[in-house]
């Protein structure tokens, strides 16, 4: 599809938007607990629109992910982190994992 838009893609988007708004572009830029906390906090607002029925439209179940994933990026692009390689290589090493779900349940 020629409307297909890589991750690499979209990290450069979300660093140029980040560069024309300020909110920094290299690491010394930023404060990564902060960056981290957002991010967390975009996913807590997923949750609590998710209880709400909420799913689309402003603020959102589907725009808050969106929110977080673009934070995630966001650092990605700031410490330059190929994170479609790292998302492959993680996908890649949970093929041959093994969970135990009554151990972890205790």
């Excluded at 960056?35 to 029925?53: C, F, G, P, V």
């Excluded at 190929?82 to 779900?101: H, P, Q, S, T, V």
Aim: glycine fraction near 8%; hydrophobic fraction near 40%.
């Amino acid at each position: 599809m020629p409307n297909e838009i890589t991750i690499k893609q979209l990290t450069e988007m979300i660093l140029k938007q980040a560069k024309e708004k300020g909110w920094g572009t290299k690491p010394g830029e930023v404060n990564l607990g902060e960056k981290i906390a957002l991010i967390h906090s975009e996913l807590s607002e997923a949750l609590n629109a998710y209880r709400l029925n909420k799913i689309s439209g402003k603020d959102g179940f589907n725009e808050e992910l969106a929110d977080a994933v673009i934070r995630i990026l966001h650092l990605c692009g700031i410490y330059d982190i190929d994170i479609e390689k790292e998302i492959a290589r993680k996908l890649e090493m949970n093929k041959g994992r093994n969970w135990d779900w009554d151990r972890l349940k205790k």
